[in-house]
């Protein structure tokens, strides 16, 4: 695959894709297209991708229907924390593999086709590694304070 991926690339029009990418949102025009490109670049590409956004701004359903309309996007009347906007990207959801991800996080193209592949070879619930954008020291140290209890 080149640079380009044309939008009907992103998942399958004429089947239920094997992988739904979900995506809370709130505020997060200014990092949410990084997060969408990196999905395009995407060397597995059986995947459909949710963003479920619950602010009350017009600039993330703006950007999502505008510059990636392969994305299906839901815009929720009510605010909702993250676990509640991913279970309602889940009730939208058409594959038969969940993937979570937030808009302020992009991956590296391989890594839908690594998450399938470690489902596939029996992982139940599989995760994946993480890492601070800047990696300054208050990133860092933010990033270990959330997250110390898994590291």
């Known amino acids: 695959m080149g640079d380009e991926h044309p939008a009907e690339k992103i998942g399958p029009m004429e089947k239920h894709p094997s992988v739904s990418v979900v995506i809370p949102a709130y505020f997060s025009h200014p ?3 990084g997060c969408l490109e990196s999905l395009r670049r995407q060397h597995f590409r059986d995947f459909e991708a949710i963003v479920v956004n619950s602010s009350p ?3 993330t359903r ?3 229907t505008g510059e990636f309309p ?3 996007f839901h815009q929720s009347p009510v605010r909702l924390y993250p676990h509640a906007a991913r279970n309602r990207g889940l009730e939208m959801a058409k594959g038969s593999l969940f993937v979570f991800t937030d808009p302020d996080c992009t991956q590296a193209p391989d890594w839908l086709a690594r ?3 470690a489902h596939r070879k029996g992982g139940g619930v599989v995760v994946g590694a993480m890492g601070c954008r800047s990696g300054s020291w208050f990133e860092n140290g933010v990033h270990l304070t959330k997250f110390f209890e898994l590291l």
Do not use: G, K, W, Y
Request: charged fraction near 35%.
């Open 31 to 33: 990092t949410l297209a």
């Open 57 to 59: 701004e017009e600039s």
């Open 62 to 64: 703006e950007l999502v």
């Open 70 to 72: 392969e994305v299906h």
């Open 115 to 117: 998450l399938v592949d």
